[in-house]
T-cell receptor, first 112, second 116 residues
Framework: RKEVEQDPGPFNVPEGATVAFNCTYSNSASQSFFWYRQDCRKEPKLLMSVYSSGNEDGRFTAQLNRASQYISLLIRDSKLSDSATYLCVVNGNTGTASKLTFGTGTRLQVTL | GAGVSQSPSNKVTEKGKDVELRCDPISGHTALYWYRQSLGQGLEFLIYFQGNSAPDKSGLPSDRFSAERTGGSVSTLTIQRTQQEDSAVYLC??????????????FGPGTRLTVL
């Protein structure tokens, strides 16, 4: 089983729609979680952290379910500019070291 | 401030040649990661450094790949006897010790490697 798994998509949604992505992780000792966004032919950039109580940043809401070991990202009122690949990132503690593990990403295409 | 830088930005080489890719992390970032991304694919983890040591090098695809980091700063990824399947964008990221900071990894712009 992969450490971090995401549905690769693509998710094709019309402008204004609400879309949600899930990401599952295998290491129950994982400590922190994040969503990154990657535009075509660009490097990934941090979108938002995911807090235990859930958190919101404008149209974006992130949630964590530790019992089921998944995180989610909800995008409301989708814009054309939201089209990108969304990467789930898990900080897994492996003893004294700590490693960031990226999912392979979920591609979102917002259309007119 | 200065972000993560990588050089060269583009590298075209012939099959069988060796290449060296460089990553300059953000000053003070102790953790450094190498990933590669083939066209239209996700990020493939290669190796992770904490300081100068590499607690996880499980992603290196073969013994033709090696990486080192000196002085807790610059890292080089070396690919020996390159093959066409090595063609990809090689991304480097750095972060403060992830256990102590909620600030996540910053990526460099990548090196696009093409093996003819």
């Amino acid at each position: 089983r992969k450490e971090v798994e995401q549905d690769p998509g693509p998710f094709n949604v019309p402008e204004g729609a609400t879309v949600a992505f899930n990401c599952t992780y295998s290491n129950s000792a994982s400590q922190s979680f994040f969503w990154y966004r990657q535009d075509c032919r660009k490097e990934p950039k941090l979108l938002m952290s995911v807090y235990s109580s859930g958190n919101e940043d404008g149209r974006f809401t992130a949630q964590l379910n530790r019992a089921s070991q998944y995180i989610s990202l909800l995008i409301r009122d989708s814009k054309l500019s939201d089209s990108a690949t969304y990467l789930c990132v898990v900080n897994g503690n492996t003893g004294t070291a700590s490693k960031l593990t990226f999912g392979t990403g979920t591609r979102l295409q917002v259309t007119l | 401030g200065a972000g993560v830088s990588q050089s060269p930005s583009n590298k075209v080489t012939e099959k069988g040649k060796d290449v060296e890719l460089r990553c300059d992390p953000i000053s003070g970032h102790t953790a450094l990661y190498w990933y590669r991304q083939s066209l239209g694919q996700g990020l493939e983890f290669l190796i992770y450094f904490q300081g100068n040591s590499a607690p996880d090098k499980s992603g290196l695809p073969s013994d033709r790949f090696s990486a080192e980091r000196t002085g807790g700063s610059v890292s080089t990824l070396t690919i020996q006897r390159t093959q066409q399947e090595d063609s990809a964008v090689y991304l480097c990221a750095s972060s403060l010790n992830p256990t102590r900071s909620n600030r996540l990894a910053d990526f460099g712009p990548g090196t696009r490697l093409t093996v003819l």
